[in-house]
Structures are given as C-alpha cells and as structure tokens.
C-alpha cells in the first residue's frame, strides 16, 4: 500500500501540478496588473494599522483572521521543509522558493477576496467562507459547483486530521522525546487536552491565541536566525553569489557550502516550487477559510491583508532559515552512513555553529511552538470544511476526532499519513487553482474598483495623507478639512 501511494503522490504533486501552480500565479499576477506587488507596502501597513486589530459582529479582527492562517502556515515547513530542499534541489532552491512566493501573493490575494465575496453567516451568526463556498455560489456551475466544493471541503477535513492533527504532534512528539525523554504517550495526551481546550472556544479563542503565539515565536526565531547569519556573515556574499548561480544554471552546479550538493536548475526550481508551496500553501486554499472569519466588508483589503502571508511566511522566515543553513558551511556534510544531513538535524547544524549546544535547545523548542500554532490552525481550517458538509451541530464530533488524531500521531509511525496528507493536499489543490482561473475576471475586475475607489479617496484627502492610505485616515482627514 505504501508504495502505491507515493506513487499516487508523485504523480499528483508531479511538474504538472507545480506548473499549474507557479502559472496561476503568474497569470493572476499579470491579469491583476501587478497588484500584489505594487500594494505590498499598503498591505504590510494595513496588517500593522490600528483598523486591522479590530473585530466586528460575528467575526474576528483582519489581524486574526491573518494569525489563524499563518498559525497553519508557519510551520515545521520552514525550518525542515527548507533544508529537505537545499539538500535535493541545491542552494538555488531557496531563490525558486521565494519567486513561488511572489507570485503566490496573487493566488492568496485572489483566494482570500472570493472567499470573503462569496461568505456568509452560520446559525451561530459566525462568517463561514472558504473555497467550496465559491465553487458552490460562485462558479455558476449548478450541481456541479456544489459537488467540486463538497469534495474541497472532504479533502480540507482529511488534510486537516493528516497534516493538520496528526503529523504536527508527531513533529512535537519527536522533537520533546529527543531534548527530554519524554515518553510520547504523555506528550500526545498533553498536546490533545491543550489543543482541546483551545479549539472548544471556536474561532475567537484559537485566533486570539494565534495573534500572540504566531507572531511572538516568528520574531524570536527571525532573530537567532539572523544572528547565525550574522555569526557567519563573511561567507555571506559568496553565498548568495552560489545561491543564484545554482538556481539559474541549467546544468548541475555546487559551491561554496554546498559542498557535496549539486543539483540542476530544473532540480532547485522542482523543489524550490513544492517546498515553498508546502510552507505558505498559497493556492490550496486552506488560508481563504480563515480569511473568511474577518470582520469587514471590503473583500479586497482583506485580500491584501492576506497575501501578505506568503511574503512572511517565505519571503522572509524560510529566507532567514536558507541563509543561516548555507553560510554556516553545513550544507552537504554528511551523517555516519555517508548521507548528507537532512531536515530539522541540518537546521540544528546551521544555529549550532553560532549558538553553540543552545542552537540544538532552541529549534526543538521552535519545532514545537511552530507544530503546535499548526494544530490550532489546521484545527479551524477543518473545522469550518466539517460545517460546511455536516452543519454546525455536528461540530463536537469533530472536535473530538481532531484531539484524538492528535494524540495518535504523538504514539505511532506515520509514513502513510504522511502521503495521505500530501495527497489530500493535492486534491485540494487542483480545484481551488481551476475555480480561481475560471473567476480571475471576477478578481481583476473588484481589484479596478478597489483602485478606482482608493484614488477617489485620495484626491478627498488632505496631502498629509497620500502616502498612507487607509480609510479611517481618510475619514479623518476629510472631517478636518
């Protein structure tokens, strides 16, 4: 059964998909004219604003809705799934994981605003909003569009017990069972009845979680990265000279700490692509199901609100983690078999070469914040995909299945769970990416009126706040002149 799954997996996560990925991208980025990137300075500064903290009747704050996503995003992906990827693809992977992002900006943007579109309210009077939610209401496909988001949001609940459950208390379970012995069955009962509690408050209580957790263990993990980098900062030009070089040269290449790594430019972008998929999940379609829970009715600012999360996510912690792995001269030593280090014991290499035997302390530590922010985001993303199958009565069941497939991935192997979930991913994937080709007219034409709105905002107001535009600023300015 094994391998018929991988093979089941290497063909669904195979060059076709990761092409229909990176070319939604690159096609909603050109039909939006640029958008994400032009408006990446007003995004960053609208998750920042005072506005996007704050929460309205039956939804949470912009900000939160951003955490919870990013809770599920920001995971054990950027600190193993970036070495995995410098090992099989070579130093340019790191450069292709950052272009997906790029224009994953787009995806996410794109998927977020149909989802906030397309939302609507449950009997709990809660935003409910998603991928199937705009496959059923906004394809205009019929029964047809309700079938393709029923089979979304199974796949979102499989994913969400796989990838989301069982894996992310695995990681944990390996992580504490390595720095304190502890035994794996008391690691899974701890996680689950922590989990459980957290998730029995529903979508307030996991995002105010998320909006401290989230962003106060990326800022402490951004800043021991950045000190192993400072640490080894004069192999740091030549190794962005081997970054590049690696990822544009279309023949096997190796240097500077790659050591015994080569690999080609089609192999850097192959794994560059499906690893900083796998980190910022841009195009999946999981991020839209937490954007839909913000207040706020615009779905465009939510949009730039959201696509901000591959630019973090990737952009910036997965960079962070590539540099200090590259500079530190790890990359391609190899382990007592003959094996170059992989995963989380390359990262582990990386910080103790400036952090010394902490540097080992510290990513486990990492691992098990990043893992379990996975769980409490995994947790709402299926949640909200169960709701839509089953209503919101049946809720408690799920909630309980969830914990327990948490406790489970602490105590067992789970190399068919692994593939499982990968696969549930890429079935997820497929449609969400086909319903954004089919509305990108849709998407294209609500960003213009966005635009059109904003510039009309502008000449309203006063010259001090051109260069920062928000609405409450331009309501201000507007009642002082």
């Not at 920001?74 to 292709?96: E, H, S, Y």
């Not at 070089?245 to 080609?264: H, K, M, Q, V, Y």
Request: with cysteine.
């Amino acid at each position: 059964m094994t391998d018929w799954l991988k093979t089941v997996d290497e063909f669904l996560w195979g060059p076709g998909t990761l092409a229909l990925l990176l070319g939604t991208g690159i096609f909603l980025t050109i039909r939006t004219r640029f958008f994400p990137w032009r408006n990446l300075g007003y995004a960053l500064r609208t998750v920042l604003s005072r506005d996007a903290r704050q929460a309205g009747q039956g939804g949470v704050s912009p900000f939160s809705a951003l955490m919870t996503a990013l809770a599920a995003t920001i995971g054990t992906g950027n600190i193993v799934g970036v070495a995995t990827a410098l090992v099989a693809g070579g130093p340019g992977a790191l450069v292709w994981m950052e272009i997906s992002a790029l224009f994953g900006m787009a995806t996410t943007c794109s998927e977020c605003m149909l989802a906030v579109k397309f939302r609507r309210r449950n009997r709990r009077g809660e935003w409910s909003g998603g991928p199937m939610y705009v496959m059923r209401d906004g394809l205009g496909l019929g029964r047809l569009g309700a079938v393709m988001g029923g089979l979304f949001a199974f796949f979102a609940v499989c994913a969400s017990f796989g990838i989301g459950g069982m894996t992310q208390s695995n990681s944990i379970s390996g992580a504490l069972n390595s720095a304190c012995s502890l035994s794996p069955k008391v690691i899974g009962m701890a996680v689950a009845a922590l989990s459980l509690v957290t998730i029995l408050g529903g979508i307030r209580s996991i995002s105010k979680v998320s909006a401290v957790l989230v962003p106060a263990m990326a800022v402490f993990y951004l800043l021991s990265g950045l000190a192993v980098i400072l640490g080894n900062q004069e192999q740091l030009p030549a190794e962005i000279l081997t970054i590049f070089r690696c990822a544009l040269s279309p023949s096997a290449a190796a240097g500077g700490a790659a050591g015994a790594i080569t690999a080609s430019m089609l192999d850097a972008a192959r794994w560059g692509i499906a690893r900083g998929v796998f980190s910022n999940e841009a195009g999946m379609g999981s991020a839209a199901i937490s954007a839909a829970s913000a207040a706020g009715g615009n779905p465009v600012r939510q949009g730039c609100i959201s696509m901000t999360g591959p630019f973090f996510d990737t952009i910036v912690i997965c960079t962070v983690t590539g540099l200090a792995i590259c500079t530190s001269g790890v990359l391609g030593v190899l382990d007592a078999s003959g094996n170059p280090v992989d995963g989380a014991a390359l990262t582990i290499l990386a910080f103790r070469t400036v952090l010394g035997p902490l540097g080992g302390d510290f990513i486990s530590a990492a691992i098990v914040l990043f893992a379990f922010s996975s769980i409490l985001g995994w947790e709402y993303q299926g949640e909200k995909a169960f709701e839509y199958l089953f209503g919101t009565r049946r809720l408690p069941v799920y909630r309980v299945l969830f914990a327990l497939a948490v406790f489970w991935g602490a105590v067992e192997q789970l190399e068919v769970v692994f593939r499982l979930s990968d696969i549930c991913n890429a079935l997820m994937c497929i449609p969400n990416l086909l319903c954004l080709l089919i509305l990108s007219g849709t998407v294209a034409h609500d960003i213009r009126a966005f635009q059109r709105e904003a510039d009309r905002s502008r000449r309203r107001a006063s010259p001090a706040v051109l260069t920062v535009f928000s609405p409450a600023k331009v309501r201000k300015a507007g009642r002082k002149s």
